[in-house]
Every structure is written in C-alpha cells, then in structure tokens.
C-alpha cells in the first residue's frame, strides 16, 4: 500500500525494484559528456525508418526492448506499460509499442513524462494491480522542432534561452523483487503552475516555478532537506531555469546548488556543442535517468537521489493564441 | 489492495464509489435525445471565450465543478486529477485544470480517455495514494475539426463512415465512501490492437477490434457472459463500429446485441441530426456516462454495467505519412 506523507507525498511501502533499464540516444547525443554510457546509439536521424516520427518510435521499441533484456522479462510478463511523447496524439508511442502487445495506458506531461510514468507504474506495482509494470518516454529533434517550430530545411536562428531536444528514449521495469535493484522510494506530483511566461523559446523559465513548488512540497512533506540526497536531477531546465530554480528555492529557504544537476546540461556540452541553454524534451530526462544516473546508483556511486522531470503544457495553437505557458514537475526519490 | 483476475482484469476490494459526477454539452447535443440529461448546456460554441480551445477547457472547468458540488468537496480535497483530451498536447485539460491547484496527472488515450482515468483515479484511491481523485475529459466539434480535419469555413464533406465529435465534457470524484453510490468494480487495461484501417473517416472500424479484445478478455478473466450485466456501453463506436462489434465478437461466441448501447449513438438522433455514423470524441462516453448513465444507476434502473470507451491513436501526421490506426479499448465494471 501507498501511504500518504504530509500533503502531496506517497511513500511506496514495498519500494518497487527498477530491475531493469535500457536508454538509447542519437548521434550528438553519442559526441556529449554522457555519450558513453547509453545503451545504444542510432547515428542515423532516421534510424532506418522513412520518417523522423518513426525514427522515434524505434528509439522507444529499442529502449523498452533493452530494458526487458537487462530486466530478464518478456513483453507478456508486463501488466502494462506507461508510456508517452511530444509528438501530436503521442504517436511514438501508440505506434512505437502497438507491437508489443502489451497493456498500454498513455501519458501526457510533456517534458515530465518520465518521472510521471515511473510514478504510475510504480502505484500500480505498489497497488497489487501489476506484478511487473513497465515505462518508456521518447523525443526526438528532427520531429520535435517541426512540430513546434520551424521546418527543419528553413534553418531558423534559436535564441540563446533556447534549448536543444535530445533525440533519446529511456526505459524502465519495475516490479516487487527483492536484491540489490535502485527502488522508488517516495514521489511528489506536481500541480498545474503559470507565472506567466509566454517566450516559448525560454522554456526553462517557464518550468523552474514548478519544479521549485515540487521540490519545496517534497521536502516538507518529508521533513528531508537538500543534503539528505546525493544528488538532485531535474530534467531539463537548463541554464536559464536551473538558475531560477536556485533563486525559488532561495526564497524557501532551501539551497540545492551543491548537489544539482539538470540532465539538460549533463547531456550536452552546451558551448561545444551549440545547444545554447541545453537540451530538453522527455528523452532528455529520460535516457539520462536510464543511463548516467541508475549506473551510478547500481555501481555504489548514488545511494538515495531525486529526479524531479518538469514539462511544458503548451502547444503551438496555445502559443499562437497568446497564452501563457502552464507548466508541471513531478518528483521520485530513488534509494539502493 | 487490487486483486488480478485472470490475465488482464482488476479487482477492486475496496470498490471506489464516484461521490459525484457532472456531464456538460453544446447547442447540438442539448438537441439530441440526451439533452435533459446534462447539467449545464453551452449555447454558444465559444462558451464565452475567445477560441474553441478555450471554450473546451470551459467544459472541463465546468464539468469538474459540477462534479465536486455534487459530492460535496472542494478542489483541495482532491490528492490527484486525471484528465486529458484530443488537443495536441492536451491543452484543453492543461489551460482548464490550471487554477484548480490539484495535481494533474495528463493522460492520453484518444476517445478511450475517460475510461482510462476513471481507472487511474480508482486505482490511485485503491493503492491508498489518495483519499479521493477525480477525472475528467472533454471534446468540442470545432476545435477537433480544425485540427484533425479541416477548417470548418471549408465546409468540406463527410464521408457516410464520419463521427461528429461531440461538444462535451464529464467529470467524476472518485473515493472510498459508503453510501448508495456508483462503484468501481473491475477493470480490465485494453493492448493497442490494429488491423490495418487506414480511412481517417471510418474510426468505428479501426476501433472496433480494439473494444472486442477488451471485451472478451474480461468476460473471459471473470467467467461472466454479457447477460449477466444490465447493460454494456462502448464509448463511440457508432453505427459502423457497433456493427463490427457484434460481428467480431459472434466469433468468441458472445452476443451482446440484447444489451450493447453506443454512447455515440445515444447522445445524437443520427438521421434527424445529420450527424452520419454518430457521436465521438472524448467528450462523447464521458458527457454521456456522467449523465444519463450515472443517473439511471442512481435511480436503480441499473446495477451492473459495463462502460468501454475506445481510442484512435493516430494523429493526422502519421494519417498522412499513410499509416493505419492503432486502436485501444479500456472497460470498467459499474455496479451499484
């Protein structure tokens, strides 16, 4: 069962296991700081299929495929799979795992995709309601910037707020299993929140409210501070809003700064590599999570870490008609 | 705790009741057969506001405070919301649920969608994550037409096999209570199923192999035969579709003739309102089960109903990249 801690926070009494993880990731993704640890890399921006938004979808087929693998289960072991994108209608991933044949429940939270897919498979281990759930989130850049923005052909100049969308798929099993497996431990979802910012090429400072509210309720409910965790990851606020996070978080009293990372700027280097901000999408926080992050946690390097993945709920039509953009964060606290 | 019934289907111990639920509609479905049924009708088809995308989220907004009156609760009292809708990227549950300040949890399943989060809200209560959830989904012709088919000012033409999405949204309050109320019983999670539909203008063929998959693996997980419920709803099959149905399912030898009724064809007088092979969208089952169908379950002249509300995962880019549909089909188990 799931106990209720404070006013927003579950705990997850049994900690259901992540027994296995799979991220794979493009090719300027394979040229960033972290391009050694994915599991596969597709060099090819179409990965052998005839459209970017197929390409996508076999991002997600792979890294659910090598998650199964490293977890030693078939797709008919999986109860169901959570499973979510940007793209319209979510079509990577209805497309991506319509073969899998496998349960499918679809999630929408943007760029918070991950952390709210690990959080409902997790109840729904935790509920009785699956043995073995599952998790995949993707993005790609090639479909993503036609969608929202520009053709790609056009080759439109990116504000410096600006940030890249990482071409990757992250994965994860997760079950009631007993040895040394990273667990969910405690998660936060986040509620709806809009200051205001309309720049939809500063997305950064659009999601940082949300991921301050998220943390700030996680770490009350929990009565925990920053130091209490190795390490915290957001998914990709980048530089503009890790910034502004840090100067929320100020205002609560709470300073993250020592023990922050954003898988934005952990995938990319930024100046390098041209990615003004950083990188971003739910891929972001996705194959940076499956990889980086739950080796580490696996080889004794990380104990006890938050990954609070933070999404933008716009859409070019909301943009066009001069709204605001609302944005989320959910939180899992992950512990070996 | 929730029990595993066979292969795909889930018992609920504690049996969620919905304390309060509240269905809204437009000018043409006020006009149909249901339309003493619903709470509140719009008239205008901007419902006071300056686009359909935010006339839709007016729905919604309106559907979830019709709901939490009846059941006598406040948006504070709510641990989580599930909601979502056809827009890209959801934005009618995203810009809708902004000011209510609960936890939103977005949740893409096409037209299955209120089916899907009644099961995530109930799940969520069953798992002891929340002490009460809610869940609601909208549509709205126009701003579905512009984006999947064409600008109305085009006035293209309808194909025999068209849906008319349905102007409309339900909500629901889900909670462990006593007291005479609608519950949840089962539910079975549908796979994406897809048999190689490819006309956009014919959904009730591409979805329903997806609802008799889900139909008769919860007949078959619970040994029980469409007689031995009231009545059997599917969400927005049509004429089409609903032929189909009965035909895919003779082959599993079920016949659900006798009690099968389609949200999208009881919310429309088909012929009268010229709306060709019926209601769809995801304001269709919803406005539907939380009006007419909820009430007659109030009222005793139903006590065991099943609710399947069914799902076209493409979207018009992977339509015009000439791919098929991949369907899904979620069913929930009412009784009372």
């Known amino acids: 069962m799931i106990k209720k801690i404070g006013e927003y926070t579950m705990q997850f009494e049994s900690t259901p296991s992540i027994t296995g993880y799979g991220a794979v990731a493009g090719k300027k993704e394979s040229e960033g700081p972290l391009g050694s640890c994915f599991d596969k890399i597709f060099y090819d921006a179409h990965a052998g299929q005839d459209s970017w938004e197929k390409a996508e979808s076999t991002l997600q087929k792979e890294a659910l495929s090598i998650a199964l693998g490293k977890a030693n289960r078939k797709p008919e072991d999986i109860s169901y799979i959570f499973a979510g994108d940007l793209l319209n209608q979510c079509i990577s991933s209805s497309y991506g795992l319509r073969d899998f044949n496998i ?131 957001t998914g990709d606020l980048g530089k503009v809003g890790s910034d502004l996070l840090y100067q929320l978080l100020d205002e609560k009293k709470y300073n993250i700064r020592d023990n922050h990372r ?47 993945a933070t999404g933008a709920l716009m859409s070019p039509t909301s943009t066009q008609q001069g709204e605001s953009i609302p944005s989320v964060a959910h939180l899992v606290n992950i512990v070996i």
């Not at 309309?198 to 400072?205: L, V």
């Open 103 to 233: 349960p499918y429940l679809g999630q929408y939270g943007a760029c918070s995709t991950m952390a709210q897919s690990l959080i409902m498979a997790a109840v729904m281990v935790e509920s009785g309601g699956a043995q073995c759930s599952a998790c995949v989130t993707s993005s790609h850049f090639c479909s993503a910037e036609r969608q929202y923005r520009f053709p790609l052909e056009y080759g439109g100049q990116r504000t410096p707020t600006a940030q890249w969308t990482v071409t990757g798929a992250g994965s994860c099993i997760i079950e009631n299993a007993k040895g040394n497996y990273p667990k969910v431990a405690y998660a936060t979802v986040g509620k709806i929140v809009d200051m205001g910012v309309k720049d939809a090429n500063n997305m950064g400072a659009a999601m940082a409210p949300a991921a301050a509210q998220t943390i700030s309720n996680f770490l009350s409910d929990t009565n925990t501070s920053p130091s209490d965790y190795d390490m915290i990851f």
């Open 262 to 308: 954003d898988c934005g700027l952990l995938i990319f280097d930024c100046e390098k590599q041209d990615v003004h901000a950083g990188g971003s999408g739910c891929g972001c926080a996705a194959s940076v999570f499956c990889s980086a992050i739950l080796n580490k946690m696996k080889n004794g390097e990380l104990k006890n870490i938050l990954l609070i």
